[in-house]
Antibody, heavy 122, light 107 residues
Framework: EVQLLESGGGLVQPGGSLRLSCAAS????????VYWVRQAPGKGLEWVSG????????DYADSVKGRFTISRDNSKNTLDLQMNSLTAEDTALYYC???????????????WGQGTLVTVSS | DIQMTQSPSTLSASVGDRVTITCRAS??????LAWYQQKPGKAPKVLIY???VLQSGVPSRFSGSGSGTEFTLTISSLQPEDVAAYYC?????????FGQGAKVELK
């Protein structure tokens, strides 16, 4: 059974940093692209970032480019998102999602975690 | 970037009604389009991919059609458990844009 478990969310001050993690199980992690998708309170879905199975290709939404860094450790089956220079507009539930395949250049998302909440506030 | 526009934003329908949601892309995404259902407090779940392919386990009352820039998601006979938000998602490009969502409510 595919499982994605996010962690690392919390309250952070504007300008601060936070690192999210996603622990994956139930599939051959290195064979699939994985993604971060966020949802601000009461709003729709926003793709944030994606990374290929090998980690060799990454992409970012314009809204986070230069501030967020996605990475993966295929030996530990984990996905990370390092978030710097956070603003109130980054407040959201952050989901980890598995791509149906590897980068092609993208995929639909066939499994999702339950999300981890990031709140940016003073 | 390719922009995705859904309509309507909200719709109210009765149990048994046929419901249609439209998604338009600002440029062609071929058939690289997925539909997701998100129930309150839950993670999204894929319903349809490649515009019209039903994900395993999804009830057959859900169907998708379209190609290029115009797509539809149809629920042939609305059930109470279908109350949710529905999102389209283009995955032709790595920018992965979602539509703004369509909320389906019971009348």
């Amino acid at each position: 059974e595919v499982q994605l478990l996010e962690s690392g969310g919390g309250l952070v001050q504007p300008g601060g940093s936070l690192r999210l993690s996603c622990a994956a199980s139930g599939f051959t992690f290195s064979s699939y692209a994985v993604y971060w998708v966020r949802q601000a309170p009461g709003k729709g879905l926003e793709w944030v970032s994606g990374i290929s199975g090998s980690g060799g290709r990454t992409d970012y939404a314009d809204s986070v480019k230069g501030r967020f860094t996605i990475s993966r450790d295929n030996s530990k089956n984990t996905l990370d998102l390092q978030m710097n220079s956070l603003t109130a507009e980054d407040t959201a539930l952050y989901y980890c999602a598995k791509g149906h395949g590897d980068y092609a250049p993208s995929n639909y998302f066939d499994y999702w975690g339950q999300g981890t909440l990031v709140t940016v506030s003073s | 970037d390719i922009q995705m526009t859904q309509s309507p934003s909200t719709l109210s329908a009765s149990v048994g009604d046929r419901v249609t949601i439209t998604c338009r892309a600002s440029q062609s995404v071929d058939r690289w389009l997925a539909w997701y259902q998100q129930k309150p407090g839950k993670a999204p779940k894929v319903l349809i991919y490649e515009a019209s392919v039903l994900q395993s386990g999804v009830p057959s009352r859900f169907s998708g059609s379209g190609s290029g820039t115009e797509f539809t998601l149809t629920i042939s006979s609305l059930q109470p458990e279908d109350v949710a938000a529905y999102y389209c998602h283009q995955y032709k490009t790595s920018s992965n844009m979602f539509g703004q969502g369509a909320k389906v409510e019971l009348k």
